[in-house]
């Protein structure tokens, strides 16, 4: 079994190995994930990779902008060793960073939804781990903030000129996901992620960048009022009591303007 995770996903060998499973078991030929517009995985091999990356270099700009949830795209067909292969896209729901997945199957073989919802579950788990796995966040640092970037701008357009980023910095859980399993880690972060919804306002909105870290931001809040609302905030599971230091931002539109000011918030806090 092929099986080639990105340097940048610090991937253990059983989420790849995992993954790589969950590939094999819906009748995959082969298995590319992107995170954002870099493949960071890749199951199986085929003679025709130039021409997939081709066809993905050319549309994944499209795919971002116009394609929708967990609704799978037959994007290309090709021939193989005296078969006739199809290739699906499919967009997973996971937050600020586009992420697909491209499925080689036989022509005339269709996943069910439940295939499709499966995959999308071991994928995002793959994401999640790998990210968490490595100290500093070395994808495309403006593939990753690009969006979150224009949405803060857009919030500062009106009488509002300035806000705070909370930045919530969990324990490592990483060694918890191999011994808890993959359905037990998805409800960790579920049920970190169901915290913050519940403490974002109307007109706030949070994102994650990977499972340690989680920011909310705050358009309007000042310093004290931020450390009055989060100070004591905690994150229940029914798994594990999760520990976390809390880091608050101000943030305004010269520091968004600024690279190198809006940067550091980020890349200094993995």
């Known amino acids: 079994m092929h099986l080639s995770p990105s340097p940048s996903i610090q991937m253990t060998d059983y989420h790849s190995r995992r993954l790589g499973l969950s590939f094999a078991s819906v009748g995959a030929h082969l298995g590319w994930v992107y995170l954002g517009q870099e493949l960071v995985f890749e199951f199986g091999q085929t003679e025709h990779e130039e021409k997939i990356r081709e066809k993905v270099s050319d549309s994944i700009g499209i795919w971002i902008r116009n394609v929708s949830y967990l609704d799978p795209k037959s994007i290309l067909t090709f021939s193989e060793q005296g078969k006739e292969f199809e290739l699906f896209m499919i967009r997973l729901p996971e937050g600020e960073v586009p992420v697909f997945v491209l499925v080689v199957l036989e022509k005339g073989l269709e996943l069910e939804t439940r295939n499709w919802e499966d995959l999308s579950n071991q994928v995002l788990t793959f994401c999640a781990t790998g990210i968490s796995l ?3 966040n070395i994808l495309d640092f403006e593939t990753i903030t690009g969006p979150i970037r224009k949405r803060m701008e857009k919030a500062f357009f009106g009488e509002t000129k300035s806000g705070v980023i909370a930045f919530f910095h969990l324990q490592d859980l990483s060694p918890f996901f191999k011994p808890m399993g993959v359905i037990k880690s998805q409800e960790i972060l579920r049920e970190v992620t169901a915290t913050l919804h519940k403490e974002t306002r ?3 909105f ?3 960048l990977n499972p340690r870290s989680y920011f909310l ?5 000042t310093l004290d009022g931020a450390n009055h609302r989060f100070g004591s905030l905690y994150f229940p599971s029914k798994h ?3 520990d976390y230091k809390l880091k608050i931002f101000p943030i305004d539109r010269d520091i968004l303007q600024d ?3 809006f940067s550091s918030i980020f890349l200094e806090n993995f």
Not at 217 to 221: D, K, S, V
């Open 217 to 221: 931001f705050c358009p309007g809040e």
């Open 206 to 208: 949070n994102f994650q």
């Open 202 to 204: 109307e007109n706030e």
């Open 134 to 136: 490595r100290e500093k």
């Open 240 to 242: 594990l009591i999760l």
């Open 259 to 261: 690279d190198a000011k």
